[in-house]
């Protein structure tokens, strides 16, 4: 079973920046779609933003035009820059990879932003 890697979370101010980076554990084959998704305290995991193998990537309303996803699929490594953060973006991020060979979870990694 692969792994994913997540790093970069942590605690930030309204306004401040983050960037989070996802890392599978060994080259994956047939990576259909990197994506992030966002899970707030005693809410739903909810997708962030995606990118697919293409390159082609989707985003969350409510981080259209602050947060940007980016992807290796050569290294199986995604990115999601967030920028002019907000105290509604805090929860824990988590990336997934959807393969031909099935779907694969990081961890997670947790984002507060203060007010």
């Known amino acids: 079973q692969v792994q994913l890697v997540e790093s970069g979370g942590g605690l930030v101010q309204a306004g401040g920046s983050l960037r989070l980076s996802c890392a599978a554990s060994e080259n994956i084959f047939g990576i259909i779609v990197m994506d992030w998704y966002r899970q707030a305290p005693g809410k739903q995991r909810d997708l962030v933003a995606a990118i697919t193998s293409g390159g082609r990537t989707n985003y969350a309303d409510s981080v259209k035009g602050r947060f940007t996803i980016s992807g290796d699929n050569a290294k199986s490594t995604v990115y999601l820059q967030m920028n002019s953060l907000k105290p509604e973006d805090t929860g824990d991020y988590y990336c997934?990879?959807?393969?031909?060979?099935?779907?694969?979870w990081g961890q997670g990694t947790q984002v507060t932003v203060s007010s």
């Open positions: 997934h990879f959807r393969t031909v060979r099935g779907n694969s």
